[in-house]
């Protein structure tokens, strides 16, 4: 157990419609990150936060958006849904923005799309 | 041009025996981090070692070991006396710069497979 937890585990729902994924980091870790695992593009960064802030944005779709709480868990709102975001989505949190610190994963939520 | 390149899409080995996946990276950085995850068919993503590139030693974890060959710019993992567990994608990544925005660019992973 990483001590990310995420939640829903699993997602199903139909194409234009939005759904919200959320993540707690470890204890006293202040930075977040998602990824997105997809059997085409592999595994993709999203993007980042650190202590509310975004950091880091990655191959990131419009449609889709993120934002860290005051208490450092985030969200990862993913709104008009195509049959091609049906995906694993990861967050994964380490102590600090940069530096050597290791990135845990959580165990992610798997989306489909139908 | 990719990042992380892992050669092998799939692996088998014999239960006990060693096993070496290959990474190789590309960055221009000299700062920077390369890190192995297993990834097991209940999909959860578990960090196994990590090499930073002014690390002077190989990394070892246990049962990995990360044989860090800087000028041929690659980062394979061992994995000693294998076990039926061990079965599950294997993934590289590497993180470039110590500055801000921290991301991992992960290869496209490595099934290995252990034969009891």
């Known amino acids: 157990d990483s001590g990310v937890t995420q939640t829903p585990k699993h997602l199903i729902t139909a194409t234009g419609q939005r759904v919200t994924l959320r993540c707690s980091p470890r204890?006293?870790?202040?930075?977040v990150y998602w990824y997105q695992q997809s059997l085409d593009q592999g595994l993709q960064f999203l993007i980042q936060?650190?202590?509310?802030?975004?950091?880091a944005k990655g191959n990131i779709l419009e449609r889709f958006s993120a934002q860290q709480f005051p208490d450092l868990h985030s969200e990862l709102n993913l709104s008009s849904l195509e049959l091609g975001d049906s995906a694993l989505y990861f967050c994964?949190?380490?102590?600090?923005?940069?530096?050597?610190?290791?990135?845990?994963f959580g165990p992610g939520t798997r989306l489909l799309v139908l | 041009a990719q990042k992380i390149t892992q050669t092998q899409p799939g692996m088998f080995v014999q239960e006990k025996e060693a096993v070496t996946l290959d990474c190789t990276y590309d960055?221009?950085?000299?700062?920077?981090?390369l890190f192995w995850y297993k990834q097991p068919s209940s999909g959860e993503m578990i960090f196994l070692i990590y090499?930073?590139?002014?690390?002077?030693q190989n990394a070892t974890e246990g049962r990995y070991s990360l044989n860090f060959q800087k000028a041929r710019k690659s980062a394979n993992l061992v994995i000693s006396a294998s076990q039926l567990g061990d079965s599950a994608m294997y993934f590289c990544?590497?993180?470039?710069?110590?500055?801000?925005?921290?991301?991992?660019?992960f290869g496209g992973g490595t099934r290995l497979m252990v034969k009891p």
């Open positions: 994964a949190s380490s102590s600090s923005a940069g530096g050597k610190e290791t990135q845990y």
């Open positions: 204890s006293g870790d202040l930075s």
């Open positions: 936060y650190y202590n509310g802030e975004e950091r």
């Open positions: 960055t221009s950085d000299q700062s920077y981090g």
């Open positions: 090499q930073g590139s002014y690390d002077e």
């Open positions: 990544a590497m993180r470039e710069g110590f500055d801000a925005g921290n991301m991992l660019t």
